[in-house]
């Protein structure tokens, strides 16, 4: 029995040991954690507030006189450009674009003369906190102004369906002697880029056309952003220009003084093909020009009166012409000539018109459209390039040369 009991106090008294063990290594456990726990907390401290962005506006607010050739630039400090607005008073919005990173927005084109502007615009920070800012500003009064336009227009109206030889025109109001700022301003849209370039005829015209002709079905956008262009000394542009055409098929007509006949070729299909009397020659004037035409316009009916010639002189006529479309300035026409038909086909006769069969010129002419080829050829005269729409006379590189940027426009 006292054995019995001595085990007994025994197994307590091991079991409290081992329970006070177990105790001091929970608590050596713990302190052992606890600074690991405290270092872990350190590393996650707050990250600072981003600075707001800064935005700044060229011109600045109520600046006064701004020339309307300069550029309104808008850049953000700290942030990137959210959203940028220029707008004219008249309520037409500026053209621009951001750079790379979007910090700076620069305008594209010139502004209106004697216009008041206002600019609008947010920039964000890295914590997408949003900073505004606005500038109003106007433009000055030029001593003087010019506006452009085109004398083919009358011809051709914006619209209107023209063929591949097409030339742009634009004339000016006021002679131009800073061409190139000009002709900078000039933008063409195509549906089917192709290369091209102006060519400068003259202080008050400059004239488009691409290397090859205008592939068929084209669309075609001529906006000439000339609204704050200065074109010269005190001269600046009052107004942009615009103008839109669609090219239909691919007409080409061949001509031939030698076999006197006309052949009309659409997409490469002969579609049509009659006897001509083309000019008698004798006098130079009387020659049918041979080179690349372009169609200028029609009219039914065409009066004709011999040129520098008096009533009562020798070669002198006055008479009138049904569906005579023209195809130079120096008064050749494709047209109905009822009393030439016994020549027509077999010799020229003509003051150096194409004389047609009544019924062939009447289909031609509801036919054709302007700035279609028609391409002569077997006469000593040559047509010159700047003789109605004769550009396509001079080659390529001589048109470049015209350029006040000597260089084709990029598509």
């Known amino acids: 029995m006292r054995d019995d009991a001595a085990n007994a106090r025994y197994f307590v008294a091991a079991v409290m040991v081992l329970s006070a063990l177990l105790t001091l290594t929970y608590i050596d456990v713990g302190w052992s954690s606890g600074p690991a726990t405290r270092e872990v907390a350190a590393t996650h401290t707050p990250t600072p507030t981003a600075p707001k962005a800064r935005v700044n506006i060229e011109p600045a607010d109520q600046t006064r006189k701004v020339r309307p050739d300069g550029r309104v630039v808008i850049r953000a400090t700290g942030g990137r450009l959210t959203a940028v607005s220029v707008e004219s008073k008249n309520g037409r919005e500026l053209e621009g674009s951001y750079n790379a990173d979007r910090t700076t927005w620069t305008s594209r084109w010139s502004m209106k003369p004697s216009m008041k502007y206002v600019a609008n615009a947010v920039a ?20 003087s102004t010019f506006t452009a336009f085109s004398y083919s227009s009358g011809i051709a109206p914006s619209g209107s369906t023209v063929g591949v030889g097409f030339p742009l025109i634009l004339n000016f109001t006021a002679p ?16 089917k880029p192709v290369e091209g370039a102006w060519h400068w005829t003259s202080d008050t015209e400059v004239v488009y056309r691409p290397k090859h002709y205008w592939p068929a079905h084209q669309k075609i956008r001529l906006k000439a952003h000339l609204a704050g262009v200065k074109a010269g000394k005190g001269l600046y542009g009052a107004k942009n220009y615009s103008a839109r055409y669609k090219v239909g098929e691919r007409v080409i007509v061949k ?9 009309v ?4 299909k002969k579609v049509n093909r009659w006897p001509v009397s ?23 009916p065409e009066r004709m009166i011999s040129p520098g010639i008096e009533k009562g002189e020798p ?47 009447e289909w031609f002419y509801n036919y054709t459209h302007p700035g279609d080829v028609v391409i002569l050829k077997g006469t000593p005269r040559k047509l010159e ?27």
């Open 124 to 143: 964000a920070n890295r914590d997408h906190e949003a900073t505004s800012a606005s500038s109003t500003f106007r433009t000055l009064t030029p001593p």
């Open 176 to 191: 131009i002697t800073n061409k190139t700022a000009v002709e900078r301003a000039l933008d063409v849209d195509m549906s």
């Open 255 to 263: 001509g031939s003084a030698k076999t006197h006949h006309m052949t």
């Open 265 to 268: 070729y659409e997409n490469g």
């Open 278 to 300: 083309m000019g008698q020659g004798g006098v130079w004037k009387y020659y049918t020009t041979s080179g690349v035409h372009l169609t200028m316009g029609k009219s039914n």
């Open 315 to 361: 070669g002198y006529y006055d008479e009138v012409v049904y569906f005579a479309v023209r195809i130079s300035n120096s008064g050749e026409y494709i047209h109905s000539m009822p009393s030439t038909v016994w020549a027509q086909g077999r010799q020229n006769v003509s003051h150096g018109c194409i004389n047609s069969p009544p019924a062939k010129a």
């Open 385 to 411: 390039w700047n003789n109605g729409w004769g550009y396509w006379q001079k080659s390529w590189k001589s048109w470049v040369a015209g350029s006040a940027l000597n260089k084709p426009a990029t598509p």
